[in-house]
């Protein structure tokens, strides 16, 4: 069974930096497209960023571009969100989630960490 684990959020004042984790178990994700998203209260769940394990490249939405960082550890089958210059309008639940065929269509997802960031 497949499952991704996030860890690292908590809480942060502005300006402060924060790494996320995502553990996937239960498959190796080696031609997958890993995704990290964010659900602020009462909004809907937006895309953040994403890396694809096969050729190493990235893409992030407009708001953390320049702040945030996804990177992976093949041997860990971990991947990993870095944030710094943190925003209060950073604050959200996040969530990591796997494309396994690097297709677009995310079908695993984690349980979601808070991070919250203070002004």
């Known amino acids: 069974q497949v499952q991704l684990v996030e860890s690292g959020g908590g809480l942060v004042q502005a300006g402060g930096s924060l790494r996320l984790s995502c553990a996937a178990s239960?498959?190796?994700?080696?031609?997958?497209?890993m995704g990290w998203f964010r659900q602020a209260p009462g909004k809907e769940r937006k895309f953040v960023a994403a890396m694809t394990w096969s050729t190493g490249s990235t893409n992030y939405a407009e708001s953390v571009k320049g702040r945030f960082t996804a990177s992976g550890d093949i041997f860990k089958n971990t991947v990993y969100l870095q944030m710094n210059s943190l925003k209060p309008e950073d604050t959200a639940v996040y969530y990591c989630a796997a494309d396994p065929s690097g297709v677009g269509t995310y079908e695993y997802w984690g349980q979601g960490t808070q991070v919250t960031v203070s002004s």
């Open positions: 239960g498959r190796t994700f080696s031609s997958a497209t």
